[in-house]
């Protein structure tokens, strides 16, 4: 795995535990906001391949995924831990 997955996995982790934070602890819409940062992902991907220089790699749309998985998964788990902490 090149240095760049790791850079996708990482941006896609933080956007999806921001907007799932956004969002507000309280929402059960976990897959949908899952579908819609992949999709995100996806559309990114799309568009490279209309710049010059740039190519679309369904291994980026990967990292993308998994990356917005564990950033879910990472804030489902801080989350609850935090507003505890604050109590």
């Given amino acids: 795995m090149g240095i760049d997955k790791l850079v996708h996995a990482g941006l896609f982790a933080v956007q999806a535990a ?7 602890r309280h929402s059960r819409r976990w897959w949908l906001l899952l579908a819609v940062v ?4 996806a559309f990114t991907e799309f568009e490279q391949h209309f710049i010059p220089s740039r190519s679309m ?4 749309l990967l990292a993308d995924a998994a990356g917005a998985i564990v950033g ?3 804030f489902a788990v801080w989350a609850p831990r935090r507003q505890e902490s604050h109590r």
Avoid: N, P, W, Y
């Fill in 18 to 24: 921001l907007t799932a934070g956004a969002l507000g």
């Fill in 38 to 41: 992949i999709l995100f992902g």
């Fill in 57 to 60: 790699g369904l291994g980026d």
């Fill in 72 to 74: 879910l998964v990472v």
